[in-house]
């Protein structure tokens, strides 16, 4: 398991890039630049899934809300690599 | 075929379907057709909460001084939502356990209707403070006809698969004649009655009891009704897990990762499946206008709690593959996800106003007045 210490750029379609926060999750690090949705921020709920077009990313909790292979959780991981993500 | 509390088969529970497939023997967790359900067993558990250890005795106070329209928003609510309870509470194991076929799933179910009854427990918690004998509260909930459309409309589809599961357990499957009423039980029928179930409890989960949830959290905006709000907001982390579940469930259907017949279901049904949840999307709105018939609340109006209805039906649709049918984009009660959030739940005993954690339940409450004739 990688640590959460790097900080990534991260693209977000229609919107600007932003980076990512090192001991942030993904969800912390870009909600002060957009409007994302989110419920629990625990991983169960899946209000903020969103796309991962490009790139990698890593979970600190494991996720337990449905989501599709190219989405993830953005309230409980965090990038491994730069990535490119699409807010639905 | 009947129903066996024991199942003698030595059948491999790695290779049964979720529903319909042998009935469960060995209640065993070591391994798993879906681990999903095993960690939604866990994670339910450890949310653990009694209603008792929330303090709701100011509520009282605050309670007396709602306008009569708000009282009226904040009884109807609470009304509504003790019907949802109640059904949710017994119906997913009458309806789902005596077909269901692997353990994990069966666990998840008893595990998540328990919780249920922790829900319809609080309601009797909190109605009890507001008034000695809650009484003509309950009474109103069979008599009112706001809360019996919506209980008919939730009810059917679990009554259906449960009368047609029976007519299968007793005769099978063929055509059957009962107090001359005609009714065919073919397998495929049953799986469809249960698609069409599952959504409909995914729907109530998703979004029936958001319209309530956004009263009470209004109220804990202006600072009103807290105790009220503290157990609600336990109750809709609850309800996120359980909706979560038959997203899984419905999603492993649609996908063909379980039993390959649902997802033909799943692709033949879609229409049913989509108008089910657009029916509750209409009657949420319905139940807003009952709501605010005397008089809105602030910060919360008709048009405002439709539009966020609106908003979360589009992201429950589209969790499931129905689409985002409403044109909404912005979420427009934003302060509502700090309630949903689970950070602010989940408090240390001293923190919080836990009855129990008070010595002999004493007030905890002093003011600078207490010490007014103490002298030293």
Redesign the interface.
């Known amino acids: 398991m990688s640590k959460n210490t790097s900080s990534f750029m991260v693209e977000i379609k229609h919107h600007k890039t932003v980076q990512h926060q090192p001991n942030k999750t993904l969800l912390e690090s870009i909600e002060q630049h957009v409007e994302i949705q989110y419920h629990c921020r625990e991983g169960y709920c899946g209000a903020c899934r969103t796309k991962l077009l490009k790139g990698e990313v890593e979970y600190q909790t494991d996720p337990l809300a449905f989501i599709e292979d190219d989405e993830i959780l953005p309230c409980c991981c965090f990038p491994i690599s730069p990535i490119n993500i699409e807010i639905s | 075929m009947k129903y066996t509390t024991f199942n003698q088969v030595n059948n491999n529970p790695l290779l049964e379907p979720m529903f319909f497939g042998n009935p469960v023997n060995v209640a065993r967790y070591d391994q798993q057709k879906h681990h ?1 359900f095993e ?2 067993i866990e ?1 339910q558990i450890s949310f653990f909460w009694r209603p008792e250890e929330v303090d709701v005795s100011k509520d009282r106070v605050d309670f007396q001084k709602l306008s009569d329209s708000e009282k009226h928003i904040f009884i109807s609510n609470l009304k509504y939502q003790t019907l949802l309870d109640s059904i949710q509470g017994r119906s997913p194991n009458i309806a789902f356990l005596p077909i269901i076929s692997i353990p994990e799933l069966e666990t998840w179910v008893e595990t998540w209707s328990f919780f249920e009854t922790i829900h319809s427990r609080s309601y009797t918690h909190i109605l009890r403070n507001l008034f000695g004998d809650p009484s003509s509260i309950f009474d109103d909930i069979v008599e009112n006809e706001e809360i019996k459309k919506r209980a008919a409309d939730i009810s059917k589809y679990y009554d259906d698969l449960i009368f047609a599961t029976q007519l299968w357990q007793t005769l099978g499957e063929g055509t059957h004649t009962i107090k001359g009423e005609t009714h065919v039980i073919t397998m495929r029928e049953l799986k469809k009655k249960l698609y069409l179930c599952m959504n409909s409890v995914n729907a109530l989960e998703a979004i029936r009891f958001y319209v309530s949830f956004a009263c009470t959290f209004a109220f804990a905006e202006r600072e009103l009704m807290e105790g009220n709000s503290k157990i609600i907001r336990l109750i809709a ?1 609850d309800e ?2 359980h ?2 579940s038959t ?2 469930v419905l ?1 492993l259907w649609a996908k063909g990762k379980d039993d390959p017949e649902m997802a033909e279901i799943a692709e033949e049904c879609k229409e049913q499946a989509t108008q089910i949840f657009l029916n509750a999307v209409e009657q949420e709105k319905e139940w807003a206008g009952f709501l605010f018939q005397h008089g809105s609340m602030i910060g919360l109006n008709k048009e405002i709690l439709c539009q966020y209805v609106e908003f979360i039906a589009n ?1 429950r649709m ?2 499931i593959g129905l689409g ?1 049918p409403f044109d909404i984009k ?2 427009p009660l934003p302060w509502m ?1 700090n309630y ?4 602010n739940v989940q408090v240390a005993p001293q923190e919080s106003e836990i009855s129990s954690y008070l010595v002999g339940q004493i007030d905890s409450e002093v003011n600078s007045d207490d010490f007014g004739d103490f002298d030293l």
Not at chain 2, 340 to 343: M, V
């Open positions: 999903i960690k939604l994670k982390r996120n897990l909706l979560t997203q899984h999603n992201h589209s969790a985002q912005n979420n996800n949903l959030s689970s950070d």
